[in-house]
C-alpha cells in the first residue's frame, strides 16, 4: 500500500506540529507497549524499570521516535534508507514483525491523546500507511 | 474463563459511563471505513462513501455505528460471560455477515484511538491496558462460532 503524494503531505504536516514533542511521545508510546502488551518486555531483558518515566523507557522511545522523524524525510525511498536499521533488526534484534503493529498502534494512541484536534481522520489513515511503510522497510532484510 | 479484578470491573465501568455512544459509535464505524477502506465491502448499501467527508456524513453509517458500539453494552453488563453474551452475534457475522474476522480486531482499534481522542491523558496506560482486555475478549467472542 504505496504512499501517495497526499499521504507525505499529511505526514509532512503533522510531523511538523508534533516533532518538537517526539521525544516523550516515543516514551510514552514505548510505555504504554510495555504495559498493554507486555510481551514485548522480553526484547528487553537487562531492563530494569519498564514503567512510563523508566530512564530506560525515555531512551528507548528517544531513539525510536528519532528514527521514525529521519524516515518522514526519507519517504520516497523507506527501503533504501533504512537498509542498516533493517539489518540490525534482522539479524541482531530479530524482531518478530508483528510487534511492528504493535508499536505503530501505541504511537497513534498517544498521538490521539496528546493532539485531538490535528490528528483528525485524514492524518489517521495517512500516518496508519506511513507506520507500515516504514515497518516494511525494517522487515525487509528478514528473509 | 476471563478473571477480571475489582479495579479492572471499575475500570470498564468508568470508560463505558464515560462514552457517549451517540457520538463515539458514528466516528468509530467512519474512522474504520477511512482508514481500511475495504471494510467499505460490507457495507453496498449505504450510499456515498467516496471520501472522508462522506463518510462523516454518511447518515446509515452514522445509525450503523450506534448499532455497533451499542452492542458493546452487552460485554460491559455480562463481563463474566462474554462468550455466551456474544454467540448470537458471532453466528450472524460468520454466516451471515460474512465478516472476516480480522476485522473485529481493525474496529477495535480504531475505537480506542477514538476514545484516547475523546479522553485525552485521562486514557492512561493502566485505562489502556484494561479497556485492551475487554476489547480482546470481545473481539475473540466475535469469533468464537466461526469455526
Redesign the interface.
Known sequence: MSLTAKDKAFVKAFWGKISDQADAIGQ?AV??ML???PQTKIYFPDWTDFS?DSPQVKKHGKTVMSAITDAVGKMDDLIGEMSSLSDLHATKVRLDPVNFKILS?NI??TL???F?TD?T??V??AV?KFLAAVSAAIADKYR | MVEWSDSERKTVASVWGKINVGEIGPQTLARVLIVYPWTQRYFGTFGDLSNAAAIQGNPKVSAHGKTVLNALDKAVKNMDNIKATYAQLSQLHCEKLNVDPGNFKLLANCLTIIIATAFGPAFTPEVQATWQKLLSVVVSALTSQYF
Do not use: K, M, S, T
Request: glycine share 4%; hydrophobic share 50%; charged share 20%.
Open positions: 510514552e510505555g504504554r504495559i498493554v502488551y512510563l498502534h497513534l494512541v490521539a491523546v496528546h485531538p490528528f481522520a485524514e489517521h489513515v496508519d
